[in-house]
């Protein structure tokens, strides 16, 4: 009989001394690769926004079809982001996010030759077909991309920083380059960006596997009916009314698509959001909390950019740079937080930064009409900044934590859309509160209504952390 003794094969050696340090730079350069891409996507939520004024009177915009620069965007993006993260479990992320990417890339540099309202708008729609692609794939394939845990919560730290950091740099480019430029640019600077990611992705980048299996045809349709539904019906509200046919209308279609979709889950082999992720009463709090501080935040992003051009006057260059101070708060925390979150755990940083964050809009809603902006906005734009860094990564990490990895990219989907959701919710309800005291001919009434409105969300916001994250006593390990 052949012998069962096991055969020695010789061994390969101990791994050389420069393979590791090579591996580590070749998956920071990987993360720094997708996080180009989180902040193309940041930027271009604010990047238009300065430039609207010039865009209206360069393309002969009507002023209710100028808002649609920005809600076509918002509209495709919010609505096909859980499809999004689905096709990238399905058929691979990096696949699914380059070719989310292209299709950002080639509508940015369309949009910015448009000549036409007509080509602009469809310009700006393709954009958030292509992000809603593009965008599961980012925390995905950080996430997996990470050689250790400390790396995963560094890189989950950047994308904090970056998501909320990019919007503010957004304000500032958008202000640069429309007052000394074109407001062309703010779209064709997504070109040379979108195509130097494009040629680094796949040799830095390392693909997750699929997922081979049925496709949820009726669940992403109704998912996406239920976004898209529900996100115009909060983009019209402030203007038609919230009981209008058309707000009622689109809010029943969404109400019927989510009764659609929540039967077709519970049926189908492969949904197309997996009901574990819901099962986890720590991650349905951190959804809560991101979708109720981002609504906060669209306060800061939609009123004080519009206090500094009209009420105080300021060129979209110096609006946009005023908000530095807000950005460099994000970024400094974005250092600190994963060592905290190490010490402290989830919940108390939660708690503590939404308390900041309800400081910030208690202290903007004494706005007045003789303020400065060093009296009025420099310091509430500080303390938001220090205290948005101190939230976002210890709920991302939250939601995305603990999650098996083919089911990485549909919670990263899932966070993605509490947030696009959350902010036009927030947005429409602070919107609809400024305009119910605002006074024809002024800009600052009705602006501390609002701000109370953005404080009552995050005072919600820190009482859900209390409540649902109330036994997180977990720390979060460190790497070894």
Known sequence: ???????????????????????????AIGIGVVLVVQLMLALDTTIVNVALPRIGSGLHFSPTGLSWVLNAYTLAFGGLLLLGGRLGDTFGRLRVFETGLALFTAPSLAGGVADTPGLLITARTAQGVGAALAAPGVLALLTTNAPDEGARHRALALFSAVSIGGSTLGLVLGGLVTEYGTWRWTLFINVPLGLVVLALARRFVTETPRRPGRFDTVGALAATGAAVAIVWALIGAPDHGWTSPRTTIAFVIGTMCVAVLVLTERRASAPLLPTVLLRSRRRLGALTVTALVFGSQMSIFFLVVQYLQRALHFSPLRAGLAFVPMTLGIFVMSRITPRLLVRSGQAPLLISGTLGLTVSYLWLARIGTGDSYTAAILGPLLVNGVFAGLTFMPAASLVVGDVEPGHAGSASGLLQTTQQLGGAIGLAVIVSVYAAGAVPGAFVPGLRAAFLTAGVLTVAACLTTALLLRTDRQRVPTSG
């Open 1 to 27: 009989m052949p012998s069962t003794r096991p055969v020695s094969v010789p061994s390969a050696g101990p791994p050389s001394s420069t393979s590791k340090p090579r591996r580590a730079r070749s998956s």
